[in-house]
């Protein structure tokens, strides 16, 4: 088709180009063809890859012009235009180079196609408005409207925990969506946390910094510890400070690649206890607290921390020895943040 | 006219898949019946022409796939006292050895077409270095009728089988392959080469075939100037290939395949059609006698498909599924 189109481009038959596009979604709307098909025939038409996100269902579809499904996650963004009267759903196509005279006539052709297939979306659940807020590809306008219909003003605390862990469903506020493989928890203001919640959280001082906030969030999340963990199972981002530098430039797959970090997991192997003996250690200033913390003797304790120096290789009582831990131990957090 | 047409009523169709449509209804505009006047433009490079051979498999395909695939043309002997007949023959640059040959006869209602139509389809094949492929330009009707495209087919065929050492191909391991008027004539060739014990061959992969001129089927008579190749361009098609004989007593079954009385020894055979193609009838009830006769056989009806659907529409989803349950029948046609 798309050979069609551009034999009618290159004699300069425009107007017959046009009406081509035209009549296409035309038919399948008439057909009431799935939504996916109309995304194909822009990539058709277009002779480049087309692609569809819905916000509200955290939902990208990408075809190329033979129809073959993409990744959802483009390589880089597109000037997109917006699908009427279903807030947060838009559709691009990924031209490089120069535009061609029927690429704007395609994709507002696709798009109103899209609204006739789907049909007005005004009442959104919760759900829905808890992901547009957050979706980085919502226009500024779509963000504020979901938030009114949250109801809610001013700062907002973003929670996000694993999908089995106790999240903060219900416990904090009934703003919650799974967005990807978390829960995204949306709370006016900074609230009191109960306990028995695992998450990451991140505060957004105005809703065009939901996107950011809930990338922290995800962020802080990778290093909690389980409930019945020694460490924090609750992660603000903005407590972070140096540290966030860290977990926003290593990745899970980096962290697990290092020396230390391989060390601890090789420890875990015959010393199951290894990580939150460190843990506690690194939390508390004395043995003894230490050693209360995991109900153990503090000559238990001792012994244990004397066989992981020497597997390890270094000694939290040596010079240096006891950040080298810290670090360590951060960095097997964020190579294992997926484990749960 | 209309009395001399063996058609009557028009049948009952299903419906086309959504998806398909607007790329049917788009083509009825371009691709109008083909009658003696409409043929000479198809065949002519204009924008209409050029418009509907791309459509249908004949864009600026790169046959060397980007340095991968050897191109050449060989002129080899054609039916006896008949002129030589010219063949695309693509083998892969990196040479592992003997392969698979596919040969490959083109579609066009066998009054269009030319030996590049289609190759596309092959292509990976050879660019993968599993298989060398051959095509065959044989002569077309009306100006060449019936025996001559299916005779030309089958010498293109014996050289390629004769010559397969030099070309690279095991001779144990050859396939054919044709689409529409090409999926009969393969059809046709196959038949050939088995009553002629010469040679050998594994498979038929038959897309879409053309293999019945008699207009008794149901789906015969059910498409009238719409589906890409309706009752009065199919009822040109063979008229041009069998003129007065068309549906009387005297064509061969190398001509119409529909026509043999015994499919028995007939290579595997991969064989499909669309739920909307005049085809359609004639492709189930070869399946089923090829079956009958004892030959194994991978049968596919694609419900809403219109002729050629998954070569003229391949961004559709019904042609993604299509192609890929076709390719992976192929890609174990070509192991070892």
Known sequence: ?340 | MDDQTPFGELTVRPPYDPELVPVEQALRELLPNLTAESLTARRQPDLNGEVAEQLVGFEQVDLTAGGAVRVEERQVPGPDGAPDITLLILSPVDDRGPKAGIYHIHGGGMVTGERRLGMHMYLPYVAEGHAVAVSVEYRLAPEHPDPAPVEDCYAGLVWTAKNAAELGIDPGRLLIAGESAGGGLAAGTALLARDRDFPALTHQILVCPMLDDRFETHSSRMLEGEGIWDRTSNLFGWTALLGERRGGPDVSPYAAPARATNLAGLPRTYIDAGSVESFRDEVLIYARRLSEAGVNVDLHMWGGGFHGFDMIAAHAAISRASTAVRDEFIRRALEH
């Open chain 1, 1 to 340: 088709m798309r050979d069609l189109i551009g034999k009618l481009e290159a004699v300069g038959d425009e107007t017959a180009g046009a009406l081509r596009v035209i009549a296409h979604f035309d038919s399948l709307v008439e057909q009431r063809a799935p939504v996916a098909a109309v995304i194909r025939a822009a990539a058709v038409l277009a002779g480049c890859p087309a692609g569809y996100h819905d916000a509200g269902r955290s939902l990208t579809r990408r075809y190329d012009p033979q129809g073959r499904s993409m990744a959802a996650d483009a390589p880089r963004s597109w000037p997109r235009v917006a699908v009427p009267g279903r807030a947060g759903c838009c559709l691009w196509l990924e031209r490089e180079g120069e535009h061609r005279p029927l690429d704007a006539l395609i994709l507002e052709r696709a798009a109103l196609a899209v609204h006739a297939l789907t049909g007005e979306r005004t009442h959104r659940s919760i759900g829905e408005a808890v992901k547009i807020a957050c979706d980085p590809d919502a226009s500024e306008a779509e963000r504020r409207d979901a938030i009114t219909r949250l109801g809610i003003t001013g700062p907002i605390t973003v929670v996000v925990g694993g999908v089995g862990d106790a999240s903060a469903e219900g416990l904090l506020s009934p703003h919650t969506a799974l967005v990807d493989e978390h829960v995204v928890t949306l709370v006016a203001g900074a609230p009191v946390f109960p306990s028995g919640l695992r998450a990451g959280t991140a505060v957004a001082a105005d809703p065009a910094r939901l996107p950011a906030a809930l990338d922290h969030a995800r962020l802080a999340l990778r290093l909690t510890d389980r409930l019945s963990g020694p460490g924090a199972s609750l992660v603000h981002y903005d407590d972070l400070g140096a540290l966030a530098v860290v977990v926003e430039r290593i990745t899970p797959d980096e962290a697990g690649a290092l020396d230390d970090v391989r060390r601890l997991d090789q420890a875990r192997t015959t010393r199951p206890w290894a990580i939150d003996t460190l843990q506690a250690v690194l939390d508390h200033n004395s043995l003894r607290q230490a050693a209360a913390v995991l109900h153990l003797h503090h000559s238990t304790l001792q012994e244990r921390l004397t066989s992981l120096a020497a597997q390890l290789g270094y000694s939290l009582t040596q010079p240096g020895g006891r950040q080298r831990a810290a670090v360590a131990v951060l960095l097997w957090r964020i190579a294992h943040c997926a484990d749960a």
